[in-house]
């Protein structure tokens, strides 16, 4: 049975996109955070900028800075956004000479600007900003205190700046999601094309058509590939042998049909009543000859075509041996003859088996045996229980078969040399392959003085409790 | 006894009607599926022998039919299918006997005789074979209308084998007929037997034995 479990689209399609989206995570993340380190580079050097263009504009008078803000300065940190901005300049104890907003500078900080140029980030009235301060002495004759300068500007621009670029990224990403998704696409198609082929030719072949597969395919599909062409080798196989069976079949119905056809020619044309007597015996013996026949070709080639050998469940047989002697026994053709059974063993006999196969088997055995002794000759049936394993005779007192064809005796269409009966030759054909559907091997061989048995061992299942 | 033969092939259904008419009964052969299901409705027949291929229907449901109407009328199915599928289902619907295509004339009338015989026995609760006859309500045997003064074993074996008459008796039915469930020697069966078979000496009737199977009571070829 075949279940559809998706499709090898959709099965590649889902592991593209989580790479793809696992992938694109960390992108974002460092599209971000490179968006952010940029804004802050770009600006915190306007507010450098902002500090120099200060600091050139301090001038000293009788050792006092005198402070003039430049507008030039204000306009380098104020940003296009509504920016608000911060300028202080401080003398040497940390008062403010010149500052537009009371935001005060921490010690520490300006500690550290003394050392070198600083930033820092800081928080008024609720809102983040960010600082640069940077110490100035003035290049003169005469030493003076150092002014601090300090500059600060809220975030706005920053963000707005950071924003931007992420943005940008953003956008770079999706393009490029867009176009990996065609090719990726794209890639698929060209990937499957040969499952493609594959499912066209295989398609456009007529059913009897078991020739090889004559396909280009990648390496992943050659398995599948040599696969098919071993099931077409066996399909191809097993047709041949059935037109071969088929074959044979026709031409073995064609021997008695001819003599039908002759023998009653031959007494339409005859004038004398006994010769119609004598041709009508040959009729009847022709016609049940021919159905028998019929019969056998039916069942072996219908053992040769269902090899479903999941179906064996426990058989008794013993019980199916009494059953069929039974009704052989009964039979008018056993009539003349001694049939008869041999004890059975006390327990049940369980083989793993098909009942139905197994009657045939019986059937084939006991009509073989009846059919190829004079009659009056004893014929015997019987089991005898092992302890792995069963075996099944039959034996008679009848003239046995020469050695040198008791080996071929299992072949189609074989009579072990006798012509005189009304024997097909199929009979042990049919055992033979039913033996072998129940995987039991079986042997022919001769009785002294005369007659013969044919052993089957079948393998027995444990316990003796009938299912 | 009237038979009523289903049966579209008309050289098998003209072979019937002469093989069964000699033995004094009267045939009547539909070959349609539709006239044998009304025939069987308005008519009471002994036997009817049915073909399971036919082309108007299929066998197996006029069987069906038959037995749901409650018509115990003894069916034998004649059939070319020799599935065993269908053989078992054919039995489960009630069929009495199954015959697969080919059959020898000869086959069939031995069929025919026991089916008619046995549904004879329902109806008078008399086993009958030849001379002898076992009356089942009184417990009694005769041979030639003459009672026979058994002891019980003897006479449960008569009875034993009148039910399988013209078939083989099993040889572990008989045994527990005579000596129920206990352990038996090999041979006491034997010895009853042969006891009878003196009896029937004579009385056209024999004993034959089939080893290891049991025994088939049969009246002997003149």
């Not at chain 1, 992108?27 to 380190?37: H, I, N, P």
């Not at chain 2, 039995?91 to 549904?119: I, N, T």
Request: proline content about 5%.
């Amino acid at each position: 049975m075949i279940v559809v479990d998706g499709t090898l689209k959709t099965r590649l399609a889902l592991w593209l996109l989580a790479t793809v989206a696992s992938l694109g995570l960390l992108l974002l993340v460092e599209a971000y955070l490179s968006a952010t380190r940029a804004a802050e580079r770009a600006y915190d050097s306007q507010l450098e900028a902002a500090a120099l263009t200060i600091a050139e504009a301090v001038q000293w008078q009788d050792g006092q800075p005198l402070v003039e803000i430049p507008l030039a300065a204000l306009q380098i940190i104020a940003t296009r956004h509504q920016e608000r901005v911060f300028y202080a300049v401080l003398d040497a104890r940390g008062e403010p000479l010149s500052a537009n907003l009371d935001l005060a500078i921490e010690k520490r900080w300006r500690d550290a600007a003394a050392e070198r140029p600083s930033w820092h980030d800081a928080d008024h009235r609720g809102q983040p900003w960010r600082l640069h301060g940077r110490e100035f002495d003035s290049a003169g004759w005469e030493t003076q205190d150092p002014v601090q300068i300090w500059v600060g500007h809220t975030l706005a621009g920053r963000r707005s700046l950071s924003g931007e670029l992420f943005e940008h990224a953003v956008t770079r990403f999706l393009a490029m999601v867009l176009v990996a998704g065609l090719l990726m696409f794209l890639a698929m198609r060209v990937a499957l094309a040969p499952m493609r082929r594959l499912r066209h030719q295989l398609r456009r072949r007529a059913a009897d058509d078991m020739r090889p597969l004559d396909a280009r395919v990648p390496r992943e599909l050659q398995e599948l590939a040599e696969t098919l062409d071993n099931l077409f080798a066996r399909q191809r196989n097993s047709r041949d042998a059935l037109l071969r069976y088929t074959a044979d079949a026709s031409h073995q119905l064609k021997t008695p049909l001819a003599g039908l056809q002759s023998a009653s020619e031959l007494a339409l044309k005859s004038e004398d009543p006994n010769a119609w007597r004598r041709a009508l015996g040959e009729v009847h013996d022709g016609a049940a000859r021919t159905s028998r026949l019929a019969n056998q070709l039916l069942s072996l080639a219908r053992l040769r075509h269902v090899a479903d050998a999941s179906r064996l469940a426990p058989v008794d047989l013993g019980a199916l041996l009494r059953e069929t002697l039974l009704e052989w026994a009964d039979r008018d053709l056993a009539g003349a003859h001694d049939l008869g059974l041999a004890p059975l063993p006390a327990r049940p006999v369980l083989v793993p088996g098909e009942p139905w196969a197994l009657r045939e088997l019986l059937g084939n055995l006991i009509d073989n045996a009846l059919r190829y002794t004079p009659p009056g000759s004893e014929i015997t049936l019987g089991l005898n229980d092992e302890e792995e394993s069963v075996e099944l005779y039959i034996e008679d007192d009848g003239p046995g078969v020469e050695p040198s064809r008791l080996a071929r005796l299992h072949q189609p269409f074989e009579r072990g040399g006798r012509q005189d009966t009304e024997g097909s030759g199929l009979g042990l054909a049919i055992v033979d392959s039913i033996a072998r559907r129940h995987g039991a091997e079986w042997r022919v061989e001769n009785r002294t003085p005369h007659g013969l048995r044919i052993t089957l061992r079948f393998r027995r299942l444990p316990g003796a409790s009938v299912a | 006894m009237r038979l009523l033969v289903v049966e579209d092939d008309p050289l098998i259904a003209r072979s019937l009607e002469q093989a069964l008419t000699p033995l004094g009964n009267t045939v009547e052969a539909f070959t349609r599926h539709a006239d044998a299901s009304a025939a069987l409705r308005h008519d009471r027949f002994d036997l009817v022998l049915l073909d399971l291929g036919l082309p108007d229907g299929d066998g197996l449901a006029l069987l069906g039919e038959l037995r749901e109407r409650g018509d115990t009328t003894p069916v034998l199915i004649l059939t070319a299918r020799d599935g065993i599928d269908d053989r078992v289902r054919g039995l489960d619907l009630g069929a009495d006997d199954y015959l697969a295509k080919p059959f020898s004339l000869v086959e069939l009338e031995a069929r025919v005789r026991a089916l008619l015989r046995r549904s004879q026995q329902r109806i008078d609760n008399r086993l009958r074979l030849g001379a002898l006859c076992f009356d089942s309500v009184a417990g009694l045997a005769y041979l030639n209308d003459t009672a026979l003064e058994l002891p019980r074993r003897e006479l449960a074996l008569i009875e034993g084998l009148l039910l399988h008459a013209g078939n083989i008796a099993p040889r572990e039915m008989l045994e527990r007929r005579l000596f129920g469930f206990g352990e038996v020697g090999p041979n006491a069966l034997e010895v009853y037997i042969s006891r009878l078979r003196k009896r029937l000496q004579g009385s056209g009737l024999r004993i034959r034995t089939f080893r290891g199977l049991g025994y088939r009571l049969e009246e002997a070829e003149a």
